[in-house]
Structures are given as structure tokens and as C-alpha cells.
């Protein structure tokens, strides 16, 4: 199997900074993509940032110029670096990885069991 282990939320005041971790473990052949996405109350769950194996980056409009993802692949680690947070970044953060396992064909999407961050004074 593989598992995600996230880390780094928490109550920040408005105007703030966090940074996430996420590390997979496991039986582990490739780890390809990898990324965050939040889940407000209410909400659906949105991607916020991703980043191919080979450092390609993607991001929610909503973020961009405030967060920054980068992995380290050595470590099969994964960070969102949040600057400048704002209320409405409140939500549940979650990461994902696109692996493929030990003895396995195929890729598959694993999530971590979130992370809570709250903006507010």
C-alpha cells in the first residue's frame, strides 16, 4: 500500500503564513504528479496546486503570487507554502500523489486525511 501523512496546519491570523508537508510512504515505484486541493465548509473540494515529476507547476487563480508548491523528490515529499492567507483560504487541505506501487501496472490517485487551516483574527 502507500499513504499520504500531511502535516503544518493550524489558526493563523489574516495576513499570515503556513507551510504544509505531505510525505507518502509505502510500497512505492513512481510518485508522478503531485498536489493540494481545499474543502471549505459547504463547499466542494478545488485544486489548489499541482506539480509534475519533473517541476512543473499549476495553480488556482485564487492563489497565485500567495502560494507556492515545490516537492522534494529524495523524501517523496510534497509543501504548500502559503503567504499573505486570507480568510477565505479557511478550509481543509488535502494532498494527493499519482503513484504507481511496487508490482503494479498502474497509477493510481492517493489522498492524505487532510489538514485544517483557519485564517481569521
Known amino acids: 500500500q502507500a499513504q499520504l501523512a500531511e502535516s503544518g496546519g493550524g489558526l493563523v491570523q489574516p495576513g499570515g503564513s503556513l507551510r504544509l508537508s505531505c510525505a507518502a510512504s509505502?510500497?512505492?515505484?513512481?510518485?508522478?504528479?503531485m498536489g493540494w486541493y481545499r474543502q471549505a465548509a459547504g463547499k466542494q473540494r478545488d485544486l489548489v496546486a499541482s506539480?509534475?515529476?519533473?517541476?512543473?507547476?499549476n495553480y488556482a487563480d485564487s492563489v497565485k503570487g500567495r502560494f507556492t508548491i515545490s516537492r522534494d523528490n529524495a523524501q517523496n515529499t510534497v509543501y504548500l507554502q502559503m503567504n499573505s492567507l486570507k480568510p477565505e483560504d479557511t478550509a481543509v487541505y488535502y494532498c494527493?500523489?499519482?503513484?504507481?506501487?511496487?508490482?503494479?501496472?498502474?497509477?493510481?490517485?492517493?489522498w492524505g486525511q487532510g489538514t485544517q487551516v483557519t485564517v481569521s483574527s
Open positions: 506539480i509534475s515529476s519533473g517541476g512543473s507547476t
Open positions: 494527493t500523489a499519482d503513484i504507481r506501487r511496487l508490482g503494479v501496472q498502474t497509477v493510481n490517485k492517493y
Open positions: 509505502g510500497s512505492i515505484f513512481g510518485i508522478y504528479t
